[in-house]
Structure formats: C-alpha cells, structure tokens
Nanobody, 127 residues
Framework: QLQLRESGGGSVPAGGSLRLSCAASGFISNYCMGWFRQSPGKEREGVAS???????TYADSVKGRFTISKDNAKNNLYLQMNSLKPADTGMYYCAADPPPCRRFGQYVSSTLAANFRGQGTQVTVSS
C-alpha cells in the first residue's frame, strides 16, 4: 500500500509562487502520479498529471503557470506553482496509480480516481 504525504502549502499573495512536494513511502518509478485540488464551493479538479513515461498534462486553468515533476531516486513528486491567483486557493492532493496508467499522460482528471492519495496540503492565495 503506497502512502503519500504532501507538504509545501501555505499562504501567498497573488502573483507569488509555491512548490508542493509529495513524499511516497515506496518506489514510484513505474507509477503514474499527479495532483488534484478541492476549492471551496467547487468540485474537485485535476491539476496536473504525469504518466510513467514522463508525459504530462495540465488543466487549462494552470497551463503555463504550474509544472509537475518527479524524482524517482527520492520517491518524490513536485508541483511548482508560479503566478498564483486567488482562484488557485484550495486543498491540494497528491495521487498515484500503478501501471497500466497511460491515461495519466492524457487526462488530468485521471488523478481524481487514483488508487492512492495523500491527505492534502492547503494553498491560500490572497488578492
């Protein structure tokens, strides 16, 4: 059972940056991984995802501002978030699925149905 733990959330003004980290309890080199968020009053939204061949996809709302990356040696997943907006406020969750999981490179919504997820880290962006 893969365990995921997010960190790096916080409160920043609009235009600021944050880097979220997700530490996995086991090897993730073959896993597909990603991030989704839950904002107040909104449905859960896939933010960014990465398949096990390093093909990534992003929600339209974050394209050009967020970057997902993975460090297999450290078993960590990251989300670099730049030019943050108040609409980015929410709880951010790390998600992972074992193969076959190529859909993670095509559909960011794949993160919503992932087998493994963390407990989340809060991001608050003030205007």
């Amino acid at each position: 059972q893969l365990q995921l733990r997010e960190s790096g959330g916080g409160s920043v003004p609009a235009g600021g940056s944050l880097r979220l980290s997700c530490a996995a309890s086991g090897f993730i080199s073959n896993y597909c991984m990603g991030w989704f968020r839950q904002s107040p009053g909104k449905e859960r939204e896939g933010v960014a995802s990465l398949d096990n061949e390093d093909t990534s996809t992003y929600a339209d709302s974050v394209k050009g501002r967020f970057t997902i990356s993975k460090d297999n040696a450290k078993n960590n997943l990251y989300l670099q978030m730049n030019s943050l907006k108040p609409a980015d406020t929410g709880m951010y969750y790390c998600a992972a699925d074992p193969p076959p999981c190529r859909r993670f490179g095509q559909y960011v919504s794949s993160t919503l149905a992932a087998n493994f997820r963390g407990q989340g880290t809060q991001v608050t962006v003030s205007s």
